[in-house]
C-alpha cells in the first residue's frame, strides 16, 4: 500500500509556521521562507547562548578589575591573592560585591593583600 505523505508535511509546515510566528510578512506565512528565517533564527540562538556565557564572564572581569584598583590591587594581583589566600569565591559573586557591597569587597581585597 501506498503512504502518503500528507499528514507529516502538514504537521511539519505547521511547526515551522508556529515557530515564525511574529515575523514580518512572507516569514510568517510562507513554509518555505517561514522555515529559512526560522532555521537561521535557531542558529543565531544557539551561536549566543554561548556567547551569552563570554559576555558575563568579560563583565564581571571588567566590574572586578574596577573595585580591586579601587583597593590598589590589579585583577591579576587580587585573583592570585585569593587563590593563595584560599578564598574560593566566583568572578559573578565577586563582581556583584564589588558593586552593590564595595566594603565587604574592600575586605576581601585586604585577604587578597596578606
Known sequence: MRVKRGVAAHRRH????KMAKGYIGAGSRLYRTARERVERALCF???DRKQKKRDFRRLWIVRINAGARMNGLSYSKLMGGLTKAGIEVNRKMLADLAVREPAVFAQICQAAKA
Not at 14 to 17: D, R, S
Open 14 to 17: 505547521k511547526k515551522y509556521l
Open 45 to 47: 540562538a544557539f551561536r
